[in-house]
């Protein structure tokens, strides 16, 4: 492992090179990767709404381990793994409603918060503890609506990591909590859930790339603010230019991108209030699904709201994706090893900060130097 975590990273951005391509395609990286940060960072699973009412279930897998969400008869929204504590069947699959949960393998049933109810002769079992055969649970945390899990006990909640997140959330959408999902998109990427976010991170590429997108943003306002596990792109819009597809942006509105330690974004368009929710789930070294949820006010979203959609689904998504498979090619090559990063003071559109300081976590987690 030592050999594979060979790297020219420096935590000065203008020294630094990035992270060597290798870290893009190696098994060994990827399963250090799962341990580090997967199995120990908030991770989105949803959006609440999936479990409005008491007994209302979904599963949810962050690569091996499958999850459990379900909303108790106290109305509060717990996590569990799902699997019996008896012989580890699963207990549940997909989504569903319960009223009590049942393992299909031998019957013994639990309640709703987790706690074992009954089993056929438990009670001949020598010195049977019902509190060992309780549900193991999963710290869950419900903001602003939406549900993150994290398989690490003792992780610090979403609201002590990022401080300020709520409130810059809250200033461009007050009734957040209000918003409902009108639409799920899902995109099989043959790239590396990083190079899928480094891509989001960096808006070098939009001039080039994007030509529509730059069309309606007005670039020189564009920057890029990292905080410590979240990033936020902010850029003003360019005003009266009306583009097919276009995100209708007032000039003196903004644009407002948020990404989340390690693989969320949440993007906040001018206009009809509403968020595009981005995730990446890592499938292999070299392949990622992107899932892309459009939340609005209202499940039928306006023509505005179908025409963001569509200019996401149809130009920009394309645009990236195309970028990163390109790029996941070229990491292979044998004549790439890693590269510069180009850097603005100013923290500018045409600044590589953002990919820099992501790289940075991602180093942090798997040398296992804890930042906080
Ligand atoms: S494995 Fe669940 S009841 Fe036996
Ligand atoms: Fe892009």
């Known amino acids: 492992m030592s050999k594979v975590m060979n790297h020219r990273y420096k935590a000065d951005p203008q020294e630094s090179y990035t992270l060597p391509s290798h870290f893009y395609t190696s098994e060994d990286i990827l399963n250090k990767e799962k341990e580090e940060i997967f199995y120990k960072n908030w991770i989105f699973a949803g959006h609440a709404e999936k479990v409005d009412v008491p007994g209302k279930y979904f599963t949810f897998q962050v690569f091996d381990q499958n999850i459990m969400i379900i909303r108790g008869k106290d109305d509060i929204i717990r996590a569990f793994y799902n699997v019996c504590p008896h012989r580890g069947h699963e ?158 942006m007032a000039s003196d509105e903004t644009y407002l991108s948020l990404w989340l330690w390690p693989t969320l974004a949440l993007d906040i368009m001018p206009g009809e209030p509403g968020i595009i929710i981005m995730y990446i789930e890592p499938v292999s070294p070299e392949e990622s699904i992107e899932y892309l949820e459009f939340y609005f006010m209202s499940k039928e979203p306006t023509e505005e709201g179908w025409e963001s959609i569509k200019y996401q689904d149809e130009v920009l998504t394309p645009e990236d994706i195309s970028l990163v498979e390109s790029v996941q090619r070229g990491l292979r090559s044998k004549g790439y090893t890693d590269g510069r990063y180009v850097i603005d003071k100013e923290k500018s559109s045409i600044s590589e900060h953002g990919v820099h300081h992501f790289h940075g976590l991602v180093l942090n987690a798997l040398e296992g130097v804890r930042t906080s």
Request: proline share 6%.
């Open 91 to 248: 207990l549940v699959e997909g989504e569903g409603k319960k009223a009590v949960i049942s393992c299909p393998y031998h019957a013994w049933t639990f309640h709703l918060d987790g706690q074992f109810n009954q089993g056929r002769a438990v009670d001949q079992i020598k010195n049977f503890e019902q509190k060992e055969a309780c549900l193991t649970p999963v710290n869950i945390e419900v903001f602003l609506n939406f549900i993150f899990i994290n398989l690490d006990p003792n992780a610090k909640p979403i609201r002590e990591m990022m401080p300020s997140l709520e409130e810059t959330i809250r200033t461009k959408i007050p009734e957040v909590e209000n918003l409902t999902l009108a639409k799920r998109i899902r995109y099989d990427i043959k790239g590396n859930w990083k190079n899928v976010i480094d891509n989001y991170l960096e808006c070098h590429h939009c001039q080039v790339a994007h030509p529509e997108f730059v069309k309606q943003i007005d670039m020189s306002s564009y920057q890029i603010n990292p905080q410590e596990y979240y990033i936020a792109q902010t850029s003003r819009g360019k005003g009266s230019c009306s583009i097919p597809g276009d995100l209708d």
